[in-house]
């Protein structure tokens, strides 16, 4: 199981960017996915998350500018972000809860590979 995320990219403030997150190979069930950020010098944050049933969470600082999705059909996740501010500027990373066979025990956490976002002032 792989998740590749995508669409990071250089913006302006107040620009918009849509970031996806796709994840291959064979899987039971993923269960939530989330984006996370981290920025300079700082640690890796939470920023947004969802449900399998489309439940959605975000962070104080993100809240009403970014808008996290997903589609369990194509197990594909996207992050709409909007209204940016250069301190958005980050390696975003999309992570998923998956249970890759009904045999497993449990289910475990995947982490796709980042991509950077920045944003000027």
């Known amino acids: 199981v792989q998740l590749q995320a995508s669409g990071g990219g250089l913006v302006q403030a107040g620009g918009s960017l849509r970031l996806s997150c796709a994840v291959s190979g064979s899987t039971f069930s993923i269960n939530a996915m989330a984006w996370y950020r981290q920025a300079p010098g700082k640690q890796r944050e939470l920023i947004a998350d969802?449900?399998?049933?489309?439940?959605?969470k975000y962070e104080e600082s993100v809240k009403g500018r970014f808008t996290i999705s997903r589609d369990n059909t194509k197990k594909t996740m996207a992050l709409d972000m909007n209204s940016l501010k250069p301190e958005d500027t980050a390696v975003y990373y999309c992570?998923?809860?998956?249970?890759?066979?009904?045999?497993?025990?449990?289910?475990?956490?995947?982490w796709g590979q980042g991509t950077l976002v920045t944003v000027s002032s």
């Open positions: 992570a998923a809860d998956i249970w890759v066979d009904p045999a497993d025990a449990m289910s475990k956490m995947y």
């Open positions: 969802i449900t399998r049933t489309g439940i959605d």
